[in-house]
């Protein structure tokens, strides 16, 4: 076990945790103020949904390690879309009323890593495709 395999396990389970959470707290928040935020934004309702649960599913897939690519590829086009749909215009830091884009930035970059690295030895991609 090196120390790149542990760091990777590291922060693909805090990225996954961080999606997990904010997916949960979607639905606990009463799916439907984010529906209404979406339609604030010119986004359609439906997708408040959509969005929930990949963050939800992805976040405990990424935890695991499996279907990393294709889950770390949703992840970024959550968080772009996030940055310059909801957050850009409040700035890096927010506006007081609503945080801004610095977490979104974080955890877009963390899905482009998980996008682009080599699968970890310590996930289920590795071991169920092996390659």
């Not at 482009?112 to 169920?128: G, T, V």
Request: glycine share 14%; aromatic share 12%.
């Amino acid at each position: 076990m090196n120390k790149n395999e542990i760091g990777k396990l590291i922060l693909r389970a805090i990225v996954g945790l961080t999606f997990l959470i904010h997916g949960v707290s979607k639905f606990q928040g009463g799916i439907s103020n984010t529906v209404g935020f979406f339609d604030s934004l010119g986004i359609p309702g439906f997708m408040a949904y959509v969005i929930a649960l990949v963050e939800l599913v992805g976040g405990i897939a990424l935890i695991l390690g499996l279907g990393t690519r294709i889950v770390s590829f949703l992840f970024a086009l959550i968080m772009i879309g996030a940055i310059f749909t909801a957050k850009l215009s409040v700035g890096f830091l927010g506006n007081g009323q609503m945080a801004g884009y610095e977490l979104d930035l974080l955890l877009l970059a963390g899905s482009i890593y998980f996008l682009f690295a080599e699968k970890s030895k310590l996930s289920l991609d590795q071991k169920l495709f092996q390659s």
